[in-house]
């Protein structure tokens, strides 16, 4: 199991975690909601019968009984909105609503009675309704307003989170290019004088001219290399170049090294003038790596072709080849640094042509589509430079 996989694996498990929060705390809440809907409609009854009670003293009865328990019941209900309607359905008294015009009153006693509130008949054959308290509205809504406050935080956090990691990678990754291209520079300087110290020594020899002139074109390719590494990072340079004529110069070069059987089926560089802006070492670069690739997969024999093709703002390449293919899965995992499928490899190839793809030329690389055993197609798209 790669990386990546078990990566994903540890953002499902987590997103089931915070569901599982989510609705144990929603259930939690409700499960306390109609207690408090239950307390609240206790509480109307103890109005409704202190209410009674006072109803039914007389003088007499107020000179021998204490009625202030009642008082008190009937005074202490400063939260749940009460309304008392008489045997003809009108409105006798009310309390704790926010407004105390008759509209008002009657438009929220036909709500309670559309919603289906059961009143609470009282002994003089009045009748009682009751609305939530403020309190248990609001408990009604926490869940869901705590849901968004969580979801707010982990949006955030994941987007700072992700952005502070994306700034560390883009660091590593300049400074990984630039100290290979420093590197390579001290070897690359060494061999080339090596070689014209060897010309000077043997220069009657064709055959070790020959090795020499040899040499000193894979020294020229290693300081290509040098300078492409040195470029990752900089502000890019960009040229308006001819796409068919970059991708005919990029097709030769890998037709020379690649097996005989291996076929390149390629748009001819006259075959008109489409321009693009790129920045041509990176952009080679990114072909030559696509291209390795396909000859890795095919095993020495096959087809890699290129389709260009335009709309009003870009321009796209297909390069299609006809070795093994990507499981579908893997289709954006490929792009992620250390996904490898071979042997040897530190799996950054296609990281980095994304990035100078889409980073350096504001452009997009994907895979198109690929099936196993019979290839795959990589499309690049690019902005239009000037004069196409």
Known sequence: MDIYTRKSRWKIYLALVGLAIVVISILYTGYLARRLALVEQNNVRFYVMAQEDINDMDDEAFEYCDPTLQLEILTSNTTIPVLITNERGGIDWYA?????????????LDRLKDAGVEPIPSAFG?????????????????????????????????????????????????????????????????ILAWIEHLRLIRPDDGEVLEVL?????????????ADRFSKIGSAPKLD??????????????????????????FPEAEAGELNVSINPHLFDWVIENLLRNALDAMDGQGEISADVYEDAQNVFIDLTDTGK??????????????????????????SLAKRIIEQYHSGKIFVKRSEEGKGTTFTISLPKGSGS
């Open 213 to 225: 002139d040899e040499l000193n074109n894979d020294i020229g390719r290693l300081d290509l290399i």
């Open 126 to 190: 009045t009748n009682i309704y009751f609305d939530e308290s403020t309190v248990l509205k609001q408990l009604r809504f926490f869940p869901v307003v705590q849901f968004l406050l969580i979801g707010a935080f982990i949006v955030f956090g994941y987007v700072g989170f992700n952005s502070a990691r994306r700034a560390e990678q883009n660091r590593v990754w300049v400074g990984m290019a630039k100290e290979t291209a420093h590197q390579l520079g001290t070897p690359i300087s060494a």
């Open 96 to 108: 704790n609503w926010p407004d105390s015009t008759d509209s008002f009153l009657q438009q929220q």
């Open 240 to 265: 308006t170049v001819n796409i068919y004529t970059e991708l005919d110069a990029c097709r030769r070069y890998m037709e020379r090294r690649a097996p005989r059987k291996v076929q390149f089926n």
């Open 325 to 350: 293919g990507i499981p579908s899965g893997k289709h954006k995992t490929v792009f992620r640094p250390g996904y490898t499928t071979k042997r040897r490899g530190w799996g950054l190839g296609l």
